[in-house]
């Protein structure tokens, strides 16, 4: 069984039967369902932001959204999440990013 962790491996499906097949093979990994269950419980705690997205970019984020079941705003968030870790797990320890 494969280990999904992060969402950009998990592909849009075409009908249920397909997602059922998928998940039969795959299994999300601990830490990307643990992030999904940490994020919600940030969201007291979260500051509103404006931000300005082309409406045919917003329209796929909100199909590839809907596709997880996921809310679209939770995925964005997600997804930065995962490359601000991926960044800083990059980045050499003496250059620690500036809060």
Known sequence: ????????????FDSEEAEAAFWADNRMELRLMESAVASSAESSESV?????IDPRMLARIKR???????N?????????????????QERPMSRGLVE
Do not use: C, D, G, H
């Open 48 to 52: 509103t932001i404006s931000l300005r």
């Open 1 to 12: 069984m494969n280990a999904v962790a992060n969402w950009e491996e998990v592909p849009l």
């Open 64 to 70: 590839l959204a809907r596709s997880r079941y996921l």
């Open 72 to 88: 679209y705003q939770s995925m964005i968030k997600q997804w930065l999440s995962e490359r601000m870790e991926r960044e800083l």
